[in-house]
């Protein structure tokens, strides 16, 4: 799907969009269906206590392992997105993410556009 955020952004009657990974398209659904309840799980995640490279990859491993649930990475893909590295997602021959940290100097801005 690459970027399919220009989709989200647009109006079109039909539209299918499709990728491989299946966190990803959970990740569009969830927000189609509840956005403010994704955010609410998503917003804790920005803040100090996980700027560091021993909370990525504890949250990394947490995504990476089988009993995480979809809606749970769901969350955890974005924040690997935003605090790795040059906001790649990256897998091993392994299907694992391993998508390294990129240690910013701040939390990395994430405009909440769906809150009241």
């Known amino acids: ?3 399919g955020s220009i989709f989200l952004a647009r109006e079109f009657e ?3 969009l499709a990728d491989i990974n299946p966190v990803l ?3 569009y659904k969830r927000i189609q269906s509840d ?3 994704f955010l609410g799980d998503l917003r ?3 803040s100090e206590e996980y700027r560091s490279s021993k909370a990525f990859l504890r949250l990394r491993k947490q995504y990476n392992s089988p009993t995480t649930s ?3 990475k769901t969350v955890l893909i974005v924040y690997i997105n935003k605090f790795g590295f040059n906001g790649l997602y990256r897998m091993n021959r392994s299907g694992e993410c391993n998508t390294s940290y ?3 100097e701040r939390v990395p801005n994430f405009a909440f556009a769906c809150e009241k």
Request: net charge negative; no cysteine; glycine share 10%.
């Open 14 to 16: 039909n539209l299918l």
């Open 70 to 72: 979809i809606s749970e």
């Open 35 to 37: 956005a403010q309840g």
């Open 44 to 46: 804790p995640l920005f």
């Open 1 to 3: 799907m690459g970027a």
């Open 25 to 27: 398209i959970a990740l």
């Open 102 to 104: 990129v240690h910013p």
